[in-house]
């Protein structure tokens, strides 16, 4: 079982700027195509970006593309998501897994965006 600790999160103003990191253990990493997911209060989890196993193409949710983008270290199980030109609406807690959602969810990291 690949257990998933996500990083980087805080509180920052409309405009301003995160990198959220992923730790994955176990060596499958790699071998993955591997995701970010976001939960804000009152709303069901969602896609925001996904990678492929090797990192040469990634996708976006339509309301994030231009201003996050997602990449991954395979030789450091790491996966990162930069994120530029936040608004508030980006608030939630975000989560990294598999592009399937093959294993147990991380505790996640916290976005907090104001006004």
């Known amino acids: 079982q690949v257990q998933l600790v996500e990083s980087g999160g805080g509180s920052v103003q409309t405009g301003g700027s995160l990198r959220l990191s992923c730790a994955a253990s176990g060596s499958i990493f790699s071998a993955n195509a591997m995701a970010w997911y976001r939960q804000a209060p009152g709303r069901q989890r969602e896609l925001v970006a996904r990678i492929s196993s090797g990192g040469s193409r990634t996708n976006y949710a339509d309301s994030v593309k231009g201003r996050f983008t997602i990449s991954r270290d395979n030789a450091k199980n790491m996966m990162y998501l930069q994120m530029n030109s936040l608004k508030p609406e980006d608030t939630a807690i975000y989560y990294c897994?598999?592009?399937?959602?093959?294993?147990?969810w991380g505790q996640g990291t916290q976005v907090t965006v104001s006004s």
């Open positions: 897994n598999d592009a399937v959602i093959s294993w147990s």
